[in-house]
């Protein structure tokens, strides 16, 4: 009996082991059914807890959206934060985020900005820009309805950066890299330099090396891996990178992703005989009277750089799309770097533009002799790469207010002698290196340059408007050798104003400087085309 009751205690005892077992398993796959569930639901999500005050305006689960921040880039006056999105997930907005500011060694921020501004509409591509903090102070993105953070991404340098690439029609890979100090419009030793890519730069394991084809400016064409081109890096090619590598030297930081965004067949035929490409910087306001006069002059195509505008150009842009202007804008962040955006222009352009012309939103190609657009590079010549066009610049002609009429109706006078040439191309008439000088490409060999006579085709470049618009356009240049008129630099190029100098005050007689000669021919020509024949308004004519 004695033994009969302990086999009865240990077998309640081995009994309740087991259920204990059994309960502790059945809790174990609810908590990883809910757990997944959450996860599959989108609710359940790491989270940076900010110390910020923000209203909890939308729960975690209402619309939640996740971004992550791929890279930051630190410019002379702000930190360019570029995200990342899921598929089909909507963007932030300017509203939805804030600019969060980190000091060094620390986990919490202690600042919290509004964005200069917010830009794109890509998912792989959208461009916070905030304004810039100390040395040593680093930017994320907070999200305002929720007060979460994005996770800091790595800092770059703007001035020492491969900044992009993409992957030619012959497979090569063209990296644009700011910080080679090369030597302008020279050809360099390719041999001194390699092409790398990866996801991981400091893994030198992961690594691929390439041959550098050619080097010049900050232009580098590789050789690209077969693995790249073949796709067998499939799974990662969206975050794989390119970058540049000198003899003996580190390699260079890398925002660059190859991407075969040019078609490598392209049609025989091309679909513009003339195309238009400039970079900008808030010149809205001045845009339409310029696309309106060239399309009417025989202008089919417009690219257009945008370099870091915040006046809504992108809203113009979309209205002249609208009204059938075949017209894309194109957001070039970077810069001082005006001959490297032209070249990743030409190279877009070379299969659907038989020509494309270099010119600024204040540059009108103007006819004197009543030829066409057509008669001068419709008749040229096989042979011909390049047509050279000399400038006329017009100073303020003694207004002191933007003239409502329009820049071609209200600026008339102008220096006598023309400055130097902008260039009319056939993109594939250009050197496979791209090197060039803003006003003008290297060409391959077999093509010529034809100098054309000014009173057959000229530039009125009104260069010099009023002080208004004029301050706004030298105080940050998008030109390649002067970025800010107060920096003491380059102060004898001709991108300086001549009697300017450095200081950003108005002279006493800038309305009445840079007129020498008298000309109207533009201005009539415009009238006689454009004008409403009841009210003698043009198509851009507004109240300013």
Known sequence: MKDQRKRSALLVVALNRVLRRMVALVFFFVLAFCTLRLLLRGTFRPQLVSSWPTPLLKSI????RVAIVQETVLFPDQALIFLKYPRATPLFSKDDI???YFSPNSSQPHLNLQPDSIDGEDLDLQIVRCPLQPRGITASVGINYNGHLLAIGPTYRWDSLAYDALIDNDNTTIVFVKGLNLRPQRVTDPSRFKCVYGRDFNRSKLLLLAEVISIGQEIVRCKTPLSILSGSLQNVNSAIKVSVRGVGKPIMSSIARPD???????????KH???VCTMLRNQARFMREWVVYHARIGVQSWFIYDNNSDDDISSLIESLDDENFNITRHVWPWIKSQEAGFAHCALRARNSCEWIGFIDV?????????LTLHDVIGNSTSNVGELRVKCHSFGPSGLKRVPAVGVTQGYTCRMAAAERHKSIVRPEALNSTLI?????FHLTSGFE???VKRNVLVINHYKYQVWEVFKEKFYRRVATYVADWLEDENVGSKDRTPGLGIIPIEPPDWSTRFCEVVDIGLRDRVVEIFSDPKTQMLPWHSEV
Not at 61 to 64: A, F, G, I, S, V
Not at 436 to 440: A, E, G, T, W
């Open 449 to 451: 340059v034809v100098n």
């Open 273 to 275: 005989q003339m195309c």
């Open 260 to 270: 075969h965004r040019l078609d490598p067949n392209p049609s025989s035929r091309k």
């Open 436 to 440: 060039n000088s803003v006003h003008h």
């Open 98 to 100: 804030g600019c969060v």
């Open 61 to 64: 689960n209402d619309d939640w």
């Open 362 to 370: 204040d540059e009108f190609l103007h006819f004197p002799l009543g």
